[in-house]
C-alpha cells in the first residue's frame, strides 16, 4: 500500500516555519494549482502560529510512504 502525503510549507509575519500536511492528496496537481491553494489558505487567515498569520508560501512536496503489510 502506498500513501502520499501533500506538505505545505509557509513563513510566519515573525518569520516562523509552518507544515501543513494533506493526507491522501492528488498527486497530479501541478506547481501552479498548489502555489494558488498556499495562497488561498494565507489569504484566509486561519492559521495563527506563536500569535502570528502565515505570510508566504515557502515550499510543497510529495511524501510517499510505501506500506508493506507482514500478516
Excluded: C, H, W
Amino acid at each position: 500500500m502506498k500513501n502520499v502525503r501533500l506538505e505545505m510549507n509557509f513563513k510566519t509575519e515573525k518569520d516562523k516555519k509552518y507544515k501543513l500536511g494533506i493526507s491522501e492528496a492528488n498527486e497530479l496537481l501541478s506547481k501552479d494549482e498548489v502555489l494558488e491553494s498556499m495562497n488561498e489558505i494565507i489569504s484566509q487567515d486561519v492559521f495563527e502560529v506563536e500569535s502570528s498569520s502565515l505570510k508566504v508560501p515557502e515550499s510543497a512536496r510529495y511524501v510517499t510512504t510505501t506500506i508493506t503489510e507482514i500478516f
